[in-house]
């Protein structure tokens, strides 16, 4: 990415990254579908409802993930293949040993965190069940996501597609025999998804441990190196943790919304699943722009870098705001793609109307976090991220439970912290490395600064990714 048209690099990485990150969604989506169709509201609230739970402990793995990949491709711009190789082998163990405590936690942590959450009684039984198998198998989704972010680090984000794209039409098919032919109702869904999900993280390793490439996994080097873990953490953790007491928080934010019932729960939770396929493309953008400046910033091509920048913003303030008016529009018809109830369907229209239009203002502190990751600036975007989505939103909510429990007032609880997130999240990038140097300045090394050897300047470092996939938006 360090020569040739920047918005050639910013979309061929992002149209392949939107396409898997829809199809990635698709898992819980259509697990969803299937059961607010054919097992019932309550169910539909159930697996709708428990995206707070699961993002709690996914994000902080996810981190790591996060953290490697932008070590990984400041490695990959500067030719430091040997520090890359010591990056890599370092992601891989300590993605297993993160596997095996993310099932336990997982599965202790689940009764106890839907009590917090207030979940009702006719929903906490499917609930239970769903996070259950759901944390059983997750390990397949932290070796995927660990497989995607070494390749997308690289410049390759069509294979993690290709082998995604596959599963999630697995799960598509897993879903509908599981709960209409067999009967097994939330526990089929959730059995469809962790299966799936196995045999995209088997793919993507079995992709990464052939041929000799930089990146190849060979699995007698595997070893932890002290240096790159310390880099990996400094630059990836901040967000994960981030990322984590976010979706803690959410679930406070959740225990508001379930105050109204479990058919406001329903309309939420169809809302929700409609509600990601908004935040994919500026996501995706934001992913190629920490890649972009990662392997600009390790250059030493600061002038790119920033023009990476505006060109993803422009972008992405462009194609959320058509799809905003799109799913204004189709409000209706959209959400009952997932259940028939006149109740569910006004819930859900009420939180997109009242949502839709402020996620033009997500797109700034999306891009401008994943830019500030791209020089290694975890921190920044990290404090300002916890102070917006949970210490500011927490306290709106707070206040609103003071003055009555509003509807509208809790509806807007998300879109408030987006725009106090987008206001710090600018003047923090207006005043980062990237505007206050130039191309063939030196660069002081920065506290999360990745140096990387050779003739290029210091430097240093996504979602879903999000969750997946390293994002860093707050649902």
């Excluded at 009702?120 to 932290?142: C, E, H």
Aim: proline fraction near 3%.
């Amino acid at each position: 990415m360090t020569e040739g048209p920047i918005w050639r690099h910013i979309m061929e990485f992002s149209i392949p990254t939107v396409i898997g990150l829809i199809f990635q969604q698709l898992y819980n989506t259509v697990d969803t579908l299937v059961v607010g169709k054919f097992v019932g509201k309550e169910a539909l609230a159930a697996v709708g409802s428990t995206g707070s739970i699961v993002n709690m402990l996914v994000a902080l793995c996810a981190g790591i993930s996060l953290g490697a990949g932008v070590v990984i491709s400041q490695h990959y711009g500067a030719k430091d293949y040997e520090r890359l190789r010591r990056a890599l082998h370092t992601t891989v163990v300590v993605t297993a040993v993160l596997s095996v405590l993310a099932t336990v936690a997982g599965i202790v942590l689940t009764k106890p965190m839907l009590r917090l959450m207030s979940t009702p009684k006719d929903v906490f039984g499917q609930a239970n069940t769903y996070l259950t198998i759901y944390f059983a198998g997750i390990s397949g989704l932290l070796i995927y996501n660990m497989g995607s972010g070494v390749l997308r680090a690289v410049g390759n984000s069509r294979l993690p597609l290709y082998f995604l794209c596959l599963c999630a039409m697995l799960n598509v098919v897993l879903d509908l025999v599981f709960v209409i032919a067999f009967g097994w109702g939330v526990a089929g869904v959730a059995y469809a998804t962790i299966l799936s999900q196995f045999i995209s993280a088997g793919l993507e390793i079995f992709v990464l441990s052939r041929g000799d490439k930089p990146y190849t996994i060979k699995w007698h080097h595997l070893r932890v190196s002290v240096e790159e873990l310390k880099q990996i953490v400094r630059i990836g953790m901040p967000s994960g943790v981030q990322q984590a007491i976010t979706s803690f928080s959410n679930v406070f934010v959740q225990s508001y919304i379930n105050y109204f019932g479990t058919a406001c729960m329903a309309g939420w939770s169809s809302y929700s699943k409609l509600d990601v396929f908004l935040l994919i493309p500026m996501q995706s953008i934001a992913m190629a722009s920490t890649t972009f400046v990662g392997q600009n910033y390790g250059a030493g091509k600061l002038d790119r870098a920033r023009e990476g920048v505006k060109r993803s913003l422009t972008f992405s303030v462009i194609i959320t705001a058509a799809l905003c008016v799109v799913m204004v529009l189709l409000r209706v018809p959209l959400l009952k793609l997932f259940n028939d109830d006149p109740e569910v369907i006004d819930y859900g229209a009420k939180f997109i109307a009242l949502i839709s239009p402020f996620y033009i203002v997500t797109s700034i502190n999306q891009i401008y976090a994943g830019a500030l990751r791209g020089v290694g600036s975890s921190r920044i975007p990290t404090a300002i991220m916890l102070f917006s989505f949970v210490i500011f939103r927490q306290a709106y909510l707070f206040v609103n439970r003071l003055l009555g429990h509003y509807f509208v007032l809790t509806a807007l609880a998300y879109p408030v912290g987006w725009v106090v997130c987008s206001i710090l999240m600018t003047i923090a990038y207006r005043r980062s490395v990237l505007i206050k140097h130039t191309s063939g300045h030196h660069i002081p090394r920065h506290a999360d600064a990745l140096a990387v050897a050779g003739s290029h300047t210091d430097d240093d470092s996504g979602s879903d990714t999000s969750a997946k996939a390293g994002l860093t938006a707050d649902e």
